[in-house]
């Protein structure tokens, strides 16, 4: 049986002014607030299994061509002049047609791209609710981090053969 594949697309900049630590990192740089953007989603894709693409529109940005660029597991759009993520979003869903295998999720609080979302037969989310599962996600990686470091204590035993430690053990028998 054919696993399905799970997209995750994400409106950046939409994501970016609805979170308020990425929100103050915009105020002194946009630049900052995508990068961290990117490594929060980043660490959230390789714990989720979603195939993640993040756009970020250029719609104001003069003679700006669109570019992609593969971070990671992340997949990174930047649209050209005049587009908008909501339109490059919305043709990307029916550039993929309906097909039996995949699951498409938009991140996005714009309520009109979410009735067209839901319209080509993908799942949305509001970025608060996606903000949720990032930190979800990040307490779950966290303890199982910390329980593999609290029940995997290195010890000399577990890179020596039982002839060298039965050695050692004696020497330091001998030495008391």
Known sequence: MKRIRKILIIDGYN?????????????????????????????????????????????????????????????????????????????????????KFLDITVATDDVSEQHIVAGKGGNRISTRQLYIDVLNAKIKIDNKVQQTKVSKKNTLEDFISEDIAKILDDLRKNDL
């Open 15 to 99: 994501v970016i002014n609805a979170w308020d630590e990425l929100k103050k990192l915009a105020e002194e740089k946009l630049e900052l607030a995508r990068e961290r953007l990117n490594a929060m989603i980043s660490e959230y894709t390789q714990y989720s299994g979603f195939s993640t693409i993040i756009v970020y529109d250029a719609y104001r940005v003069r003679n700006s061509e669109s570019r992609q660029e593969k971070i990671k597991n992340l997949e990174i759009i930047y649209t050209k002049e005049n587009e908008t993520a909501d339109t490059y979003i919305e043709r990307f869903i029916t550039d993929l047609g309906p097909k």
